[in-house]
């Protein structure tokens, strides 16, 4: 057989049936804006954090929502806190307060 220089990735899935959706009625409690998030990437974009390092606003909230808490806090501890994202959500949503919030959950686990 030919190879043309490429494969085929192997699918991934995540299996979230299973997952307590707990923590995240939680966070949505402690900072409403949470639910009106539909990952746009600006945040991220503008991410003072992200110019120094790999840190990801989409990724924190992927990983907060899938429930992988280990990777969550690691990526938590790039934050800078400067709120630059807060500014430019075209959402309203308050990633400062938001981030904070997954801190203090996290502490709790």
């Known amino acids: 057989m030919k190879s ?3 494969s085929i990735a192997k699918p991934r899935s995540l299996e979230i049936d299973g997952e307590s959706l707990e923590r995240l009625h939680r966070l949505e409690e402690k900072e409403p804006s949470f639910k009106r998030c539909f990952n746009c990437g600006g945040c ?8 120094f390092t790999d840190f990801n606003i989409r990724r924190v909230h992927n990983l907060y929502r899938w429930g992988r808490y280990q990777e969550l806090g ?3 501890r790039k934050c800078m806190l400067c709120g630059k ?3 430019v959500c075209p959402r309203g949503v308050n990633l400062r307060h938001l981030i904070v919030s997954m801190r203090e959950l996290l502490n709790e686990l």
């Open 74 to 76: 690691e990526e938590l």
């Open 4 to 6: 043309f220089g490429f």
């Open 85 to 87: 994202c807060t500014l």
């Open 44 to 51: 991220t974009a503008t991410c003072s954090a992200g110019q």
